[in-house]
């Protein structure tokens, strides 16, 4: 069974910075590409950030660019979203996701790419 659980959310002050992380378990890591998610109230969900299996490709979406930095250990079987100059925008709850196994033409942006999801975790942003 396939788990991810997102952990570090929690209130900050605008500028401040959290880190976030993705444990996973039930599936071999290192053959995901994985990624962050956040959902705003009234918001649809959106691709924040992915890392390729090997961590070799990154993806950040234009909101979070120079700000945001994804990264995974591999041997911990855990990604993490490093956030810094954090926004009152940025509020919402973070979720992380894996694909399948090993995918071909993966598109980081899409929810329907990615078979496995976390619970989320709130990161509130306070101006």
């Known amino acids: 069974q396939v788990q991810l659980a997102e952990s570090g959310g929690g209130l900050v002050q605008a500028g401040g910075s959290l880190r976030l992380s993705c444990a996973a378990s039930g599936l071999t890591f290192s053959r995901h590409d994985m990624g962050w998610f956040r959902q705003a109230p009234g918001k649809e969900r959106e691709a924040v950030a992915a890392?390729?299996?090997?961590?070799?490709?990154?993806y950040y979406a234009d909101s979070v660019k120079g700000r945001f930095t994804i990264s995974r250990d591999n041997a911990k079987n855990t990604m993490y979203l490093q956030m810094n100059s954090l926004k009152p925008e940025d509020t919402a709850v973070y979720s992380c996701?894996?694909?399948?196994?090993?995918?071909?033409?993966?598109?980081?942006?899409?929810?329907?790419?990615?078979?496995?999801w976390g619970q989320g975790t709130q990161v509130t942003v306070s101006s």
């Open positions: 996701a894996a694909t399948s196994e090993r995918p071909t033409g993966w598109n980081p942006r899409l929810t329907g790419g990615y078979s496995y």
């Open positions: 890392i390729s299996w090997i961590g070799a490709t990154t």
